[in-house]
Each structure stands twice: as structure tokens, then as C-alpha cells.
DNA sequence: GTGGTCTAGACCACA
DNA sequence: GTGGTCTAGACCACG
């Protein structure tokens, strides 16, 4: 039996930032928020906001332009999205699929996940 | 923001079990491996199996007959199930859907997950 | 801080015996139950009860005629309420104050131990 | 015939700060020592400590603040206060009363006891 | 510094 | 053999 490991609230915080650039909130080459305004924004010590933000930087996500700011890096969006596929396709799709088959699941009951596929697929 | 906390190593081991009554694997009644047996078998500290099943047994999961074992309680898996649907719809539901919308996903992408829909539909 | 040890089963049972012999259930000379009996009245291993008998034997209050049973001792019922006198004072009484003065209790509420005090002293 | 499990030590500290709690010695709002504190002043292991806050966390005494401490809840010393005479009603006292009956004890002897419950009847 | 989890190993009472 | 408690010591995340 294999565990996972914890999912740090710096990582968790992380996450919501990566939401936030693929949803185009914070669009490519924008500033992010501040350590501050971050910290005080989530009601979290600023250093786990520093720990975030340096592990963003580390991987290419945002960079950091000394005493302006952090901002979006050019090829964010298509690592998150790959990186999320990643995720998706081999840890949250199985997992889901599992509870869905243990719970005996009807299509009924997940109707407004279908109807969410059927709006995506409209888009394309 | 709410952050989640530490899924412990106890409460994976306490989910894979209650997976194991509602699956059929541990009926209702039947004795649930020993503390010791279980440690050795998922790799892990007596005192972490005991961790799980004082928890199990404080939700009425599981029950203990001393010196004899710990049993699957009646009421075991309709609890569980109740549990699971109830995290099911509040969480990983909308957190799946969110995902697929971020992701902008199309039913062809998720074809596996629709025909494990149409199997368990059959069931019924 | 001092713990106190747990008190086994063995002696809780012991502790029951001694009652019946002081409140003249179990007569000096009598014979009380066989292990086997008092095994099944009480829903414990044999063992258990026998642990309990050795102990009581070496302190006197019982005594073993081979093949036949144990007996209650002559010197018995005064050891026995020695004993619980100086339990009494010791340990159970300044235990009651404490609570009794912590939970700031009024003669009112402890009218039903005032009124057994009051049959005792007639007795005399 | 029912047996009392043991007393462990983790239940006997969750005893006593019950104590500190509604003799005012911890008052509601305050923090309680740190379990690392806690552990070496009762000369306890810190995991002894920290089943004793958990157990006390989940009876809603007290609640944590991550990172700096756990804190008298609100309502702590109206719970433990009805706890203890619940408990004292159905359990110390019949106790009580059976070995005054036993031993058949006079008011001479228990006037400490008496002394006390004037004491407490003045205060109201 | 705080809580929180885990390991390794011991010892106990009970069946 | 079973559960159950405790110790000693380590490591983590968070403030």
C-alpha cells in the first residue's frame, strides 16, 4: 500500500494561483499579488506565501522583477495545462471513476456533469 | 480560504477499509484483521492500525470483542455509504467539475468514465 | 503527579467476594462458588478466577481444601474490614470531599446519604 | 457484572485540567500549557499529552489554534460540571453509600465530611 | 515556538 | 493469541 503524501497549504495555495493564470484571471506577463496582499488576502503568514511563490519561480511558473514584483511567465498557461492533464488523466479521472463504481453511480445522479461536457464540447 | 488538512497515513488505511465492507469484502459481522496482522500487512506501526480502529470504532464502523477481535458493525456499510455520497456531491463532484470546466475536457476525453456510467446503469 | 494503576478485573472480582463475606452473604467457614461456577456467573475466563482465588488465599480470607472448594477463613470478615476502613479514610472519603467541595454540593443533594448516616447510628 | 476499564493515564490528566477548568484555575479563553510544557511538568511523554488534548478537543473544552496553543472553549466549564454530577449521582455517591452502608459508619466518623457540606451550603 | 503524525519497541490484562 | 497504553525519539508544517 502506497500513501500519499500531504498536500502542503503552500501548495494548496499554489494550486489556486495556477487556477487563476489557465482561467486567464491573471493573464500571461500580469503581476501577481504581493507576498503581503497575498498573505493578508488568504489570512496566512507570509512566509508560506514566499515558500509558494519560490516554488513557482522554480518552476518557470512566474518570475520575479526585484522590488516590483512577481509576475506571469509566457509559457505558464501550457505547463500548467500539461502538467493538470497529467494529473487528471492518471490520478483524479481513476480515483473519480472509482468512487463512481464503489457508489453505484446512475447517470441520473451525475447529470450536471454531463450537461458541463456538453457545454465544453459546444465550445470547441 | 480553507485549507485542507493532512490526510493522515490512519485515515487512508481507515478509507480503504470502510472501501472493503461496502465492497463486500468485509461483511457485516465478520472480524476485520488484527491489529498486528494488519500493521505487517500495509507495512506500518501497530500503534497507527490502532490509531484507525479506535477511529472506526468511535464511528460505530467497527466494534471490539476483547481479547477476540475487532468485528464489522450492522450498520457499518449503510453509514459508510451515507458518508461517502454525502463527500461525494459536496466535494469531489463539484472539484471534478471544476476540473473538467478549467480543463475545458470534451466527452470524447472521458469516454472511460461514461461507459463505466452505462455498466453500472445496467445493474440496476 | 502520581497515577494510579489499574484495577484488574481479578480484583474487582476479589472485591465483590469480600463484600458478600463482610455483608454476611458468604458466612466465616462457608464455602464459596467453584471456579467454574463463578467463571460462568460472572462471564469471565477461568483463569481469571482463579488468579483471583490464589490472590485471596494468600492474603488469608479464603483457604483451599483440596478437591473439595475454598473456604472462607475465620479471621476473614475483620481483615477484610480492616482493610476497607483504611481504603475508606485513605483513599475514597478524601476523594468524595474533593468533589463534593469542586462541585459545591449542598446538604439538600446528599439528603440520601445523610439519612443511610442516620440508620447506621441506630444500629448501634 | 460490568467492569470498569482501566483509567489510563491520558484519561486521569484530561481529569485534572477538568479540574483546573471549573476551579477557575484555567478560566474560559485562556491557553492551557503546550503539551511539550505539560509533558515534562507531569514528567509524561508528549504523546500521553497530546492524546489527552485530542480527547479534550473532541468534547469541545478546548480547541486549538495551529500554531500557538489550545484554548478554554466557552462553554467548557457548563459541560464539565454536568459531566461530573451526572456522574457523581449515578456512580460516586450509590458507591459511597454502599460502603457507609458496609461498613456501617457513624456521622462521628464522617464529620469531616459534614464540616465540609456547611462550608459549601454558607457559600450559596 | 506551536500542534500533529509516525515509528520502534516495550509491557499489561484478558481469552 | 487479542486489544490497549505508554515511552522515547524523530520529522513535518505552520507562526
Redesign the pocket.
Known amino acids: 500500500m502506497e500513501?500519499k503524501?500531504?498536500k502542503?497549504?503552500?501548495?494548496?495555495i499554489a494550486d489556486s494561483i495556477c487556477d487563476k493564470i489557465i482561467s486567464g484571471e491573471f493573464p500571461v506577463g500580469s503581476k501577481i499579488p504581493s507576498v503581503r496582499e497575498q498573505a493578508s488576502a488568504v489570512?496566512?503568514?507570509q512566509?508560506?506565501i514566499m515558500?509558494t511563490y519560490m516554488e513557482l519561480q522554480r518552476e518557470n511558473i512566474i518570475n520575479n522583477q526585484r522590488g516590483i514584483g512577481f509576475f506571469v511567465t509566457e509559457s505558464a498557461p501550457q505547463q500548467i495545462i500539461k502538467m493538470r492533464k497529467e494529473e487528471f488523466f492518471n490520478v483524479h479521472l481513476p480515483e473519480f471513476m472509482r468512487q463512481v463504481k464503489l457508489l453505484n453511480l446512475s447517470k441520473e445522479e451525475l447529470k450536471p456533469l454531463l450537461d458541463q461536457l456538453n457545454e465544453n464540447h459546444e465550445d470547441k
Open positions: 500513501f503524501d500531504t502542503g497549504i503552500f501548495q494548496q489570512g496566512v503568514n512566509n508560506t515558500r
